[in-house]
């Protein structure tokens, strides 16, 4: 695993999935499941620097 997430892209994952986990709490049922699968996903993928949907497309925000 490559890291191909860049500072500003990574900041912007990390700031979203914590924010994504915390409206888990005011919100109903069904869209409290998608919107905490959805901040881990973020979270993770901003702390581990890798996604591997970027990997799929070839896209790189980190740089050389």
């Known amino acids: 695993m490559r890291a191909n997430i860049g500072s500003t ?5 990390i700031v979203l999935g914590i924010v994504l986990i915390a409206a888990v ?7 409290k499941w998608v919107l905490l699968v959805a901040g ?3 979270l993770a993928t901003g ?3 890798f996604c591997g949907l970027y990997r799929l ?5 980190r740089g050389a």
Request: proline share 4%; glycine share 4%; hydrophobic share 50%.
């Open 40 to 42: 881990i996903i973020d």
């Open 25 to 31: 709490f005011f919100t109903t049922a069904p869209l």
């Open 47 to 49: 702390l581990l620097r």
């Open 57 to 61: 497309l070839g896209i790189n925000t």
């Open 9 to 13: 892209d990574r900041l912007i994952r």
